[in-house]
């Protein structure tokens, strides 16, 4: 089974902080992507990356960057966390689909439920 | 209006019902996402499908793309079936997906 890992589970950081997310995919999957889940909203893409070194923006990428030096591991990165960031995170994986698009399944971690005070 | 639709936002029903949970989407697909959340976060891929119907144990997902339209069943629902479901749609050549907003599931014993 694919195993998606996320550093943390919970998470607690000040504003003003840099806060970074790690997660870590077992399976070569060439796609990671990186949600933010709010109550009432649903999830939102912050940012994606299709192979090494390689980023796209997604919805919501202000306030955030990311870095994958790595297949297996994609990072977010929180360069000075604000209260608004406060949310639920989440990271995804998935192999590259017919024509490149993202037509297979999504494998996801538990999640990283960060608290900005 | 959302490109991704489900209905109905929130459903409770008794142990053993039959479960419907229905997804409209508007924009051509290469391929609809079903999956499942349980309360403490954790997302599941249960289907992905871009035609026809696909069965997994008590659920079943199918999909009509004329109709631009899937459903979710459950057949003998249980309380551990309990979770919020998810539609999604992958479009062609994109890596990203349209979410719908999900559909809460409570299942009574």
């Known amino acids: 089974d694919v195993k998606v890992t996320q550093s943390s589970r919970y998470l607690v950081k000040r504003t003003g902080e840099k806060v970074f997310l790690e997660c870590v995919q077992d399976?070569?999957?060439?796609?990671m992507f990186w949600y933010r889940q709010d109550p009432g909203l649903g999830l939102r893409l912050i940012y994606f990356s299709y192979d090494v070194k390689m980023k796209e923006k997604g919805d919501i990428p202000e306030g955030y960057s990311v870095s994958r030096e790595k297949k297996e591991r994609f990072s977010l990165i929180l360069e000075s966390a604000s209260t608004n960031q406060t949310s639920m995170y989440l990271c995804?994986?998935?192999?590259?689909?017919?024509?490149?698009?993202?037509?297979?399944?999504?494998?996801f971690g538990n999640g990283t439920r960060l608290t900005v005070t | 209006k959302n490109e991704v639709e489900q209905s109905p936002q929130n459903l409770t029903a008794q142990e053993g019902e039959f479960i419907t949970i229905n997804c409209s989407y508007s924009?051509?697909?290469?391929?609809l996402h079903w999956l499942q959340q349980h309360p403490g976060g954790g997302i599941v891929s249960l289907f992905m499908?871009?035609?026809?119907?696909k069965k997994h144990g008590r659920l079943i997902a199918t999909i009509n793309i004329q109709e631009k339209h899937s459903s979710l069943h459950i057949t003998a629902s249980h309380p551990r079936d309990s979770a919020v479901y998810i539609c999604?749609?992958?479009?062609?050549?994109?890596?990203?997906?349209?979410w719908g907003a999900g559909t809460k599931l409570i299942i009574k014993p």
């Open positions: 499908l871009s035609s026809g119907k």
């Open positions: 999604a749609v992958s479009l062609d050549s994109n890596y990203q997906l349209i």
């Open positions: 399976m070569d999957h060439e796609n």
């Open positions: 924009v051509g697909i290469s391929a």
């Open positions: 995804a994986s998935s192999v590259t689909g017919t024509w490149g698009s993202n037509n297979s399944p999504l494998h």
